[in-house]
């Protein structure tokens, strides 16, 4: 062999067998020259395998030209497998794409992507099944009868009415002993059989919903989706519909036409919190073809609805943003409700976006994007306005009622008036009418917890949690918590600085506003949902349930609280603190302020009624406030949009957030200045890159660990992936393990 032809070789890292367990160990081969360009990521290849060269197949995971071990020791790759594509094939591109995209090892971006294959014993259950027509079934009746065998009687007429039936309903409900069915079973009247099945988390939910009526705007949409499909120009659309408009009955209208051409459907929506109600609805149109994926199932029932969906044997799975790998054969839509939320960026590396992923995934299968929301974030309408996505409007409620009343409420104008409570003389007064109407109010707000952190009065010291730079926050039990790593303590009755008594919460939480309601209205019914109040498994469906069943007057809670539910009833939304996402250090914090405000008014006057919202602000004159108590999205998106563009913001220039977090703080410093470095030798020339940093975190030290930040900005985010990709290779050849390097492709929120 030539040395030119030993230059240009390239190696493929396989993986024997592909499982989430299995992903750690791959082994490298030589790609042979006739397989040059053929040999890609996610390709499935026979190689020899072991000390007596066993043939096994493998898949590629990835691809280097740089050999690993000694060339000498190494083996080809024998053959593509005749096979082709397989939905782990799929999977394994989509993971190669995510570590491109946004920077990760592949391993971790496969251990996202593949579902988790836990052997688990299949569960089992028992069947009779009738073995001899009606008339031996009632010769057998009358001769049980007349022997008085009455167990056997009452079998025998269960089996007249239906063929096959369960064993448990024999042996509980009809309470008929094992020895008895044995009996039946050895006179050959009955067979006993059992089978394994699926775990299913979905509870059979009684009763079927026919479509509802589709206004003109409704069939437009789901025509127009459905007509580019099938004439084979699927691509990505966003539906901009206000509050109420009945985007949930065009999603399930689009889905419908999917299914009836043999396609599967998957149905991203951003908390776990919003599963019970979008299930109840898509249960009662599609049955046991639905499935949902989120994290509060088991591993056997995340392992049997990845294999039910495999198989073929679900239509439709509902979730949060690893619902979004579902290994669908035939995937005809993937639809993201609520698209503007925070939840669909992913927090770990990959620090991928559901939206951009499942564009991707999209793209691989032939399959369309919906994008949904009353208040699209920045990036989908500018990427509509830009003829990127094709945009549809929902202008009107479907109840045909107008959007709720808003009234702005001024704090300092209540201070002035002599007023300290947590609720404003307006909102007071509403609350009071509601609860003699029989209505329900709902009342957010953006903490959880019963203060925001606790003060000494006398010296200005703050409790801070010991291994992380934040204050720790009072709860009702008498503790202080940390919300980054959960370090407890209790509330210390003297300031541990100067010894004063004068150590007071400031600002409000979910538990001091549930226990001001019970202090002003003693006799109302208060449900709260927060972090700390769903903890459990089925926590959310029992509070939003019982909610919905009019079980409670009053609901306080979260952002939560605000997505994508619909209470008729609710004639009454109360926003106790506007300002509290205002104040944040990011740029986005008027955005977010905006979509939360839009969304919580949205939640008022959803049914015949009509509603009112009271937004309590110190503010009352901000932009973002202004335009949420006109539901003007126009309005603030052409503000936004300016300020933006004038500060190289995304969407209208990308960013890249590098953190580094170690456990001495020099090290991070020390690895983001060589960082700074390369980066400026590299590509100092290119005047449209933008540096910012390095320097410490907004928050510099979590659970005794350090974290320093350095932003990029740059039009081309390609760019910014070729700096990521060099930033890679060089920690690569330094080999840095004693500290954390992440990359944040357009961050969400500012570290």
């Not at 202090?519 to 709260?528: M, N, Q, S, T």
């Amino acid at each position: 062999m030539n040395e030119n032809t030993i230059e240009n070789r390239r190696y493929a890292d396989v993986v024997v067998e592909i499982s989430h367990e299995k992903v750690d160990k791959a082994f490298q081969y030589i790609i042979p020259e006739k397989l040059l360009g053929k040999v890609l990521p996610g390709v499935r290849v026979h190689v020899p395998f072991g000390q007596g060269n066993k043939d096994l197949t493998g898949y590629v995971v990835e691809l280097s030209e740089k050999a690993d071990y000694p060339v000498e020791k190494m083996k080809e790759i024998r053959c593509i497998d005749e096979k082709g594509t397989t939905l782990e094939s799929d999977l394994i591109q989509t993971a190669y794409w995510m570590k491109s995209h946004y920077g990760s090892t592949m391993i971790t971006a496969l251990k996202t992507v593949l579902p988790v294959k836990q052997k688990l014993k299949q569960p089992e259950r028992k069947k009779i099944t009738r073995c001899c027509g009606r008339e031996e079934i009632e010769r057998q009746i009358a001769e049980c009868t007349r022997k008085h065998q009455t167990a056997k009687v009452r079998v025998l007429n269960a089996l007249l009415e239906e063929e096959i039936l369960p064993y448990t309903l024999l042996r509980e409900k009809l309470n008929v002993a094992a020895p008895t069915l044995n009996s039946l079973e050895k006179q050959g009247v009955i067979a006993i059989e059992t089978e394994s099945y699926y775990r299913n988390p979905v509870k059979r939910i009684a009763g079927k919903e026919a479509a509802r009526a589709l206004s003109e705007e409704q069939r437009f949409i789901i025509e127009d989706v459905m007509k580019e499909y099938r004439e084979g120009r699927p691509g990505t659309c966003l539906i901009h519909g206000i509050t109420g408009s009945g985007k949930t009955e065009v999603y399930l209208g689009i889905i419908e036409q999917m299914i009836a051409m043999g396609r599967q459907a998957i149905m991203l929506i951003p908390e776990i919190a919003l599963t019970y109600q979008t299930l109840l609805r898509f249960y009662k149109r599609f049955g046991d073809r639905v499935s949902v994926m989120n994290s509060t199932l088991s591993m056997g029932e995340k392992y049997d609805q990845t294999e039910r969906a495999r198989r073929g044997e679900l239509d439709v799975m509902i979730g949060p943003r690893s619902a979004l790998f579902t290994p669908f054969p035939n995937l005809g839509v993937i639809i993201i409700d609520e698209e503007h939320e925070n939840s669909y960026k992913s927090e770990s590396m990959p620090k991928y976006h559901a939206r951009e992923t499942a564009i991707q995934i999209a793209s691989m299968k032939g399959a369309s994007v919906v994008l949904g929301s009353a208040t699209p974030s920045l990036e989908a309408s500018y990427r509509a306005a830009k003829g990127e996505y094709k945009r549809y409007q929902l202008k009107r409620r479907l109840t045909g009622g107008a959007l709720p009343q808003v009234y702005t409420v001024d704090l300092r104008e209540e201070l002035k008036e002599g007023n300290r409570s947590i609720f404003s003389r307006k909102l007071k007064s509403l609350m009071e009418q509601r609860l003699a109407a029989g209505e329900q109010t709902m009342l957010f707000l953006n903490r959880r917890g019963y203060a925001g952190f606790i003060s000494c009065r006398a010296c200005g010291h703050v409790m801070k949690c010991p291994h992380c730079d934040v204050s720790l926050s009072e709860h009702r039990n008498g503790k202080l918590v940390c919300h980054y790593c959960g370090y407890e303590v209790m509330r210390p009755k003297l300031c541990p600085s100067c010894g004063s008594k004068y150590l007071l919460g400031f600002k409000a939480g979910t538990e001091q506003i549930e226990e001001a309601v019970y202090k002003e209205f003693p006799g109302a019914r208060v449900l709260r949902m927060d972090a700390d109040s769903t903890k459990s498994k089925e926590s959310y469906e029992k509070i939003l349930s019982a909610f919905a069943d009019g079980k409670a007057d009053i609901l306080v809670g979260t952002q939560m609280i605000v997505k994508g539910h619909d209470f008729p009833n609710v004639t009454l939304v109360g926003i106790l603190a506007a300002d509290l996402s205002l104040n944040q250090n990011d740029y986005r914090a008027g955005e977010r302020t905006f979509q939360l405000l839009t969304q919580a008014a949205g939640r008022a006057g959803r049914g015949e009624k009509p509603g009112e919202v009271v937004i309590q602000t110190y503010q009352p004159e901000h932009y973002s406030i202004v335009h949420a108590a006109n539901q003007d999205y126009e309005g603030f998106y052409e503000e936004e949009i300016v300020y933006r563009e004038l500060l190289q913001y995304p969407p209208s220039a990308h960013m890249l957030a590098i953190l580094v977090i170690s456990e001495l703080e020099a090290q991070g410093e020390n690895v983001l200045g060589t960082f700074t470095r390369l980066i400026k030798e590299r590509f100092g020339a290119d005047r449209t890159l933008l540096m910012i940093g390095p320097a410490p975190a907004a928050v510099s030290r979590i659970n005794d660990l350090y974290r320093y930040v350095l932003y990029l900005k740059h039009p081309d985010y390609e760019a910014l992936v070729q700096i990521k990709d060099m930033l890679e290779a060089y920690s690569k050849e330094q080999d840095y393990k004693k500290q954390s390097i992440q990359f944040d492709f357009d961050p969400m929120n500012t570290y």
